[in-house]
């Protein structure tokens, strides 16, 4: 028997909790890398980051959102909404009753958030992913969040930071999953040829893999990583059964990409306020030491 698992930590919870207040296992999270149990107050004021072992948990849109704008204001840029299962696919469950799920778990309407903001009094657009709906797979929706995100950026002329996390294309969608590459594609052209160019920034996040690592994710003017991230098309488990040998410690994780050339920083949560801001004002040639620059409307 662990004593602590079976008589501390339920003994600590009855204290906590009242009927009043939310679930006992809203309280605690486990740490998927070195089992440590966090109590929930502490877990928000570390960003989602294991106090313990600095293992970087998954974190929702709005919970980023919340950490990354100035006082954790931001305003959801509207994406409209595409064609629903515009194939009637169907596996074990149709795919409309998987959205519906989706939805209701995370409170969603879709995989990916767009916002607007200040950081550091910058101002910028958003986009993130929701790795818990439906593994943050990229489908029709997705595309017109990127477009739509592009799109505002130009017209308030700031820059564009995409936060990745994905399996990878949304096979219920098929060929018009696919068909988002290409689209968002030529949408961020248009922050290059905006005048001035507009960045690009990317923020690749764990997991980020598939279609998502096969496009937009890697057409950033510059790619951020979260640490130990996993990073590439295919995972490493597909690789070493098509492959038949071991891969090597740490493949594909941020810090081997950052090794490689493949990601130009490998930055921890609490820093990428700063780090964005910086890289940011640097590529639109306004002055680091100088914040706040860039505003609604700026030229």
């Keep these: 028997m662990n004593w602590i698992t079976n008589f501390v930590r339920p003994k600590i919870k009855s204290m906590l909790w009242s ?17 440590a149990i966090i109590y929930h107050r502490e877990l928000k004021l570390s960003q989602n980051v294991c106090p313990s072992c600095d293992h970087h948990m998954r ?8 950490q990354l704008f100035d006082s954790g204001a931001w305003v959801e840029v509207e994406v409209p909404a595409p064609v629903a299962d515009p194939l009637k696919f169907r596996d074990q469950k149709r795919y409309i009753d998987r959205l ?18 200040d950081i ?19 489908g029709m929706y997705v595309g017109n969040a990127i477009i739509a995100a592009c799109a505002r950026a130009v017209e308030l002329s700031v820059p564009f930071v995409l936060f990745a996390a994905s399996g990878g294309a949304r096979m219920q969608e098929g060929i018009f999953s696919l068909m988002q590459m290409p689209r968002v594609t030529v949408a961020l052209q248009s922050l290059k040829q905006s005048n001035p160019p507009l960045p690009y920034i990317v923020v690749l996040t764990h997991p980020t893999t598939g279609g998502v690592t096969a496009s937009y994710a890697m057409l950033g003017d510059v790619h951020l990583a979260e640490p130990k991230a996993l990073i590439g098309f295919a995972g490493p488990r597909v690789i070493e059964d098509t492959t038949k040998e071991k891969l090597p410690e740490g493949f594909q994780r941020s810090e081997h990409l950052l090794e490689h050339g493949m990601v130009d920083r490998v930055t921890h949560r609490r820093k990428l306020r700063d780090e964005i801001v910086d890289i940011a004002l640097l590529l639109m040639n306004r002055d680091r030491a100088v914040r706040g620059e860039i505003t609604s409307g700026a030229s």
């Design 19 to 35: 009927p009043d207040s939310s679930t006992p296992d809203e309280l605690w999270t486990k740490c998927d890398e070195c089992g």
């Design 100 to 117: 519906r799920i989706a939805q209701k778990k995370t409170g969603e309407k879709e995989t990916m958030l767009v916002a607007e903001g």
């Design 59 to 66: 974190i929702s849109p709005r919970e980023r959102f919340g």
């Design 120 to 138: 550091l009094k910058t101002r910028f657009v958003v986009a993130a992913h929701d790795f818990a709906f439906m593994g943050g797979s990229m």
